[in-house]
C-alpha cells in the first residue's frame, strides 16, 4: 500500500523517505520547501479522499524530534522506532552510483 503513496507523492513533485518502524509499519515522508506546502497540502486532501490513506502534516514551525538514537517524536506525540530508511535516487544519481567502486561494507548503494 505504501508503494502506491510513495508514486504519488514522487509523481507529484515532492521528495519521499520511507520510514519502517520496528514494528513493520511504514511512514511515507514528503519533502517540499516552503512554496511547495501549500500545494502538499492540497494534495494530501485529495489522496486522502481517493485513496483512503492518513496523513500527518508537520509544517515548516513544527518539529520532529529524536528523543534518542533511533527514535522519532512526531508532532502529534506519536513515539516511534526507526529499523530501516528508504529513499528513491534520481537517474543521474543512479548513474553516478553506479560508476563508483564498490561501496565499503555498511553502505547500501541506491
Same mark, same amino acid.
Given at each position: 500500500?505504501?508503494?502506491?503513496?510513495?508514486?504519488?507523492?514522487?509523481?507529484?513533485?515532492?521528495?519521499?523517505?520511507?520510514?519502517?518502524?520496528?514494528?513493520?509499519?511504514?511512514?511515507?515522508?514528503?519533502?517540499?520547501?516552503?512554496?511547495?506546502?501549500?500545494?502538499?497540502? /492540497?494534495?494530501? *486532501? =485529495?489522496?486522502?479522499?481517493?485513496? %483512503? $490513506?492518513?496523513? &500527518?502534516?508537520?509544517?515548516?514551525?513544527?518539529?520532529?524530534?529524536?528523543?534518542?538514537?533511533?527514535?522519532?517524536?512526531?508532532?502529534?506525540?506519536?513515539?516511534?522506532?526507526?529499523?530501516?530508511?528508504?529513499?528513491?535516487?534520481?537517474?543521474?544519481?543512479?548513474? /553516478?552510483?553506479? *560508476? =563508483?567502486?564498490?561501496?565499503?561494507? %555498511? $553502505?547500501?548503494? &541506491?
Amino acid at each position: 500500500m505504501y508503494k502506491r503513496a510513495i508514486l504519488l507523492f514522487r509523481d507529484g513533485g515532492y521528495g519521499v523517505v520511507v520510514v519502517q518502524t520496528v514494528s513493520g509499519d511504514h511512514y511515507v515522508v514528503a519533502i517540499a520547501n516552503a512554496t511547495q506546502e501549500g500545494n502538499l497540502v /492540497g494534495d494530501i *486532501r =485529495r489522496w486522502s479522499r481517493g485513496h %483512503g $490513506y492518513q496523513f &500527518l502534516v508537520k509544517r515548516a514551525d513544527e518539529r520532529i524530534s529524536a528523543p534518542k538514537e533511533s527514535v522519532l517524536m512526531l508532532p502529534n506525540g506519536r513515539v516511534i522506532e526507526i529499523r530501516n530508511v528508504y529513499t528513491t535516487a534520481g537517474v543521474f544519481t543512479r548513474w /553516478g552510483l553506479s *560508476r =563508483r567502486e564498490p561501496l565499503p561494507a %555498511g $553502505y547500501v548503494r &541506491l
